[in-house]
């Protein structure tokens, strides 16, 4: 019985304000994480929002850092298009400026050029080619890029160009 009553039980502010400071040095959080996590210590809204300022003004919770930080990890190891990236900042309820800064900022123009299109090779060659047309590898690869967040727009250009440098190495 003693060991349930541990595991409910509440902090005083003071204690959850020195757990949420690890919590929020051991990596980049959310505003919205942090008041899940100080709500789930039984601590209540009045004192949450207090914390939490005291957080933002020592730098310990910064939402624009975060953005970046999460920006850059899922474009860079999990090569996620803008469009996925931006969809799962808004789940985790990240402000719009703050979306558009990072993407702005966090992706480089010609990196993710070329991360589409080195997806879009991967793809090309993995489809059994006597099983599909060349209409349908087109629409298999469009859809998988379509699928990782990247732009329907971007992604004709790229495969464009994929389709030019195929055919020009071929002849």
């Not at 919205?32 to 919770?61: C, N, P, R």
Request: charged share 35%; proline share 1%.
């Amino acid at each position: 019985m003693e060991e349930m009553n541990k595991r409910y039980r509440t902090l005083t502010p003071e204690q959850a304000y020195v757990k949420i400071r690890h919590f929020c040095a051991f990596q980049e959080r959310t505003h919205q994480e942090v008041k899940m996590k100080l709500h789930g210590y039984g601590i209540g809204w009045t004192d949450i929002g207090e914390i939490a300022s005291k957080l933002i003004e020592e730098g310990f919770l910064n939402e624009e850092r975060f953005a970046m930080a999460f920006v850059g990890g899922k474009f860079r190891i999990k090569q996620w298009g803008r469009k996925k990236i931006e969809l799962e900042l808004k789940k985790k309820q990240v402000s719009g400026h703050n979306i558009r800064i990072a993407l702005r900022e966090a992706i480089d123009l010609e990196e993710y050029e070329k991360t589409m299109l080195k997806l879009i090779e991967k793809k090309w060659f993995s489809i059994k080619p006597e099983t599909d047309s060349l209409f349908t590898k087109k629409a298999k690869t469009q859809a998988y890029l379509f699928q990782r967040g990247f732009e329907q727009d971007l992604i004709g250009k790229a495969m464009n160009k994929f389709l030019d440098e195929l055919n020009s190495s071929s002849v």
